[in-house]
C-alpha cells in the first residue's frame, strides 16, 4: 500500500483472491478511485479483476452539461500480476473488454500491463498459452501505451 495524502495510490494483493468476484472487484475500485497501480500475486484466474474494472468504469455519474464524468481510477497507469495458475482465454477477453471500455469512456492508456503466469509444461497447455498469446497480445499492444508483458513459467 502505498498512499498519496488520505488517497492510496498503489495496492499491492500477495496471496489467495479465490473467491473474488468481480462485484468485489468493482467495490475495491469504486473506493479506491486514486489508484495509480495495482500489483496482484495469487493462484487464481483475474477475469473477475477485469470484470470488476470495468463494471466500476462504467458508474462515473453525468455532469449538469450532460458530459460524463471519467471513469473510476482514471490515473491508473500500471497493473502487474503474476498468478500460479495458467493463462486462460476469459482473463484476456475480460481484460481486452475493460481496457477498451475504458479507452471508450475517456480513461488514460495504462504505461504498462504485465501478466506473468507459473504453470506445469505440459505440451498442450504451452500449445494454448502460445495461441492465446498471438490472439490478444497485439490488441492488447494498441490499448496500451507502454509496455505489455504476457510471460510463462514452467514448473
Not at 468504469?57 to 471513469?71: F, I, K, L, N, Y
Not at 475493460?98 to 497447455?125: D, F, Q, T, V
Request: hydrophobic share 40%; proline share 4%.
Amino acid at each position: 500500500l502505498r498512499p498519496a495524502g488520505n488517497h492510496l495510490v498503489r495496492l499491492s494483493i500477495r496471496g489467495s483472491q479465490e473467491g473474488a468476484l468481480a462485484d468485489d472487484w468493482a467495490a475495491v475500485f469504486r473506493t479506491l478511485t486514486v489508484l495509480e497501480e495495482i500489483e496482484l500475486e495469487g493462484r487464481e484466474s483475474s477475469a473477475a479483476f477485469w470484470l470488476g474494472l470495468e463494471a466500476a468504469s462504467g458508474e462515473s455519474e453525468t455532469t449538469v452539461a450532460g458530459d460524463r464524468s471519467p471513469p473510476t481510477c482514471p490515473r491508473l497507469r500500471s497493473v502487474v500480476y503474476e498468478l500460479t495458475c495458467e493463462m486462460d482465454e476469459a482473463t484476456l477477453v475480460a481484460a481486452v473488454g475493460c481496457l477498451e471500455y475504458r479507452e471508450m469512456r475517456g480513461a488514460a492508456a495504462l504505461e504498462e500491463l504485465k501478466m506473468a503466469y507459473h504453470a506445469y509444461g505440459e505440451p498442450e497447455l504451452v500449445a494454448e498459452f502460445v495461441m492465446l498469446t498471438e490472439r490478444y497480445v497485439p490488441r492488447l499492444r494498441e490499448l496500451v501505451k507502454g509496455r505489455v508483458s504476457l510471460d510463462r513459467e514452467d514448473w
